[in-house]
């Protein structure tokens, strides 16, 4: 069975600094991965998408890596601002049109 | 497009009350997902469909009952509420391509006292 685990589960930050997000996943048969942001009491905003055979996905200031064989992921967000602050859900899928499997997320603070 | 919309935002029930959670998609999406996520927690998978007609059981189904009459619409029924269905219900849809990208709904927050 599929397992997606994120550490750390809270993360607070200076504003301006760069930082990791760690997403692991213990079977590396995965078709795809996405990242989402999900801001207090609200839904999930897909940031990006990597698929199996990718090994990185850029949107502005993230940057999101894939290394199947070692099952891991990593969110990479540039110069960290306040507006950033949320929290932050890695979901593997094990194959195309399948449901997602949801690590818990890590919550991220962003302080001025 | 609205996407995936969820109605209602919140609602409150008593035990053994019943209800239906709304889901609708406007993007011709074939496969629906209705996910629940409990404080701290990561979403956990309750049922999902391939297309109208078809539904799948996921991680946890009980207490709860789906249909698929058409692409658009994807309810979700809660016959006999309980407590432990305390939480946020999650619609999400994607496409019958090939990047199996989910788009949520903003989620309905269901409180069961």
């Known amino acids: 069975k599929q397992e997606v685990t994120q550490i750390p589960a809270a993360l607070s930050v200076p504003e301006g600094e760069n930082l990791v997000l760690n997403c692991s996943f213990t079977d590396s048969a995965i078709y795809n991965l996405q990242w989402f942001r999900q801001d207090p009491g609200k839904g999930l905003t897909s940031l990006l998408l990597?698929?199996?055979?990718?090994r990185e996905q850029t949107s502005g200031r993230l940057n999101a890596s894939l290394d199947k064989s070692s099952g891991r992921s990593t969110l990479y967000i540039a110069a960290s601002q306040p507006g950033d602050s949320a929290t932050y859900l890695c979901?593997?899928?094990?194959?195309?049109?399948?449901?997602?499997?949801f690590g818990k997320g890590t919550r991220l603070s962003v302080i001025a | 497009n609205a996407g995936v919309t969820q109605t209602p935002k919140f609602r409150i029930l008593k035990i053994g009350q019943s209800m239906t959670l709304q889901c609708t998609q406007d993007?011709?999406?074939?496969?629906m997902y209705w996910y629940r996520q409990d404080p701290g927690m990561g979403l956990k998978l309750i049922y999902y469909s391939v297309g109208a007609g078809i539904t799948d059981k996921g991680e946890v189904p009980n207490g709860y009952n789906v249909s698929r009459s058409t692409t658009e619409d994807f309810p979700l029924r809660l016959e006999l509420a309980a407590p432990s269905q305390t939480s946020v219900y999650f619609c999400?849809?994607?496409?019958?391509?090939?990047?199996?990208?989910?788009?949520f709904g903003p989620g309905t927050r269901l409180t069961v006292l």
């Open positions: 979901a593997v899928g094990v194959g195309g049109n399948t449901p997602l499997v």
């Open positions: 993007m011709n999406h074939n496969y």
């Open positions: 999400a849809s994607s496409s019958s391509g090939t990047t199996n990208e989910q788009f």
């Open positions: 990597i698929q199996s055979s990718q």
